[in-house]
């Protein structure tokens, strides 16, 4: 079965440069949710998007902006980046409209480990 | 606002036995879901097994099962025959419904279980 894709899977940037990441969910989903794991930490929720609208926001920095795109695939814009944003992202998709049967569990990406020096 | 509780950092089993992991949440929602992801070495976040609050039966996957007490806020994980890889992190996770199409996941600190052969 198809799984959500994120690319790149690993990626190191300098202090103050951009990063993109990028998430392809899985077919059928309409929503997309992005998390941030620092080390030893449990994920936490920085911004979903439905249909291409931004549906919640969690404790995502200012710095930082996503949006999803018409086919579904969404991208995390990292600015300004600083040694604490080093962590990993993870992108997760599910129904976000439920029909008879469906599952509304959020499925996750392999993950983007992101390394600020 | 919602909380879970993990309240075993780390646990150790022997192979070929059966282990349980604690969990116990706060809210005031009646209707929500929970969940336990297993995070290996990897660090791909992997869905274990799931449970919907209004289900009274206690859900099961192969060697995993749960032990839901909505009274007591209670949603324990018991591994069946502990294998090697079962060594991981496993997350308790509580869903909510937060509106247009997007559903907000609260994950506790995490267990980290070792298998021991």
């Known amino acids: 079965a198809a799984g959500v894709i994120q690319s790149p899977r690993h990626l190191i940037k300098e202090k103050r440069e951009t990063a993109t990441l990028k998430c392809y969910p899985i077919p059928r989903h309409d929503t997309v949710y992005w998390y941030q794991q620092g080390p030893g930490q449990d994920p936490q929720f920085l911004i979903s998007?439905?249909?291409?609208?931004?549906?919640d926001k969690g404790s995502i920095p200012d710095r930082f902006s996503a949006q999803q795109f018409s086919d579904y695939h969404s991208e995390l814009n990292m600015s300004s980046l600083e040694l604490g944003d080093s962590a990993l992202y993870f992108c997760?998709?599910?129904?976000?409209?439920?029909?008879?049967?469906?599952?509304?569990?959020?499925?996750f990406g392999p993950g983007t480990r992101l390394t600020v020096l | 606002a919602q909380t879970v509780t993990q309240s075993q950092p780390e646990m150790s089993v022997q192979e070929a036995e059966t282990v349980t992991l604690s969990c116990t949440y706060d809210t005031s929602e009646s209707n929500y879901y929970l969940f336990w992801y297993k995070q290996p070495p990897s660090r791909q976040m992997i869905l274990v097994i799931r449970?919907?609050?209004?289900?009274?039966q206690n859900a099961t996957e192969n060697r995993f099962s749960v032990n839901f007490q909505k009274a007591a806020k209670s949603f324990s994980l018991k591994i069946s025959d502990s294998q090697l890889g079962d060594t991981a992190m496993y997350f308790c996770a509580f869903m909510i419904y937060s509106g247009a199409g997007s559903y907000q996941l609260t994950f506790g600190k995490g267990t980290k279980l070792s298998v021991i052969p």
């Open positions: 998007f439905y249909e291409k609208m931004q549906s």
């Open positions: 449970q919907e609050a209004y289900k009274q």
């Open positions: 997760a998709s599910s129904l976000g409209l439920l029909l008879a049967g469906d599952h509304n569990e959020q499925f």
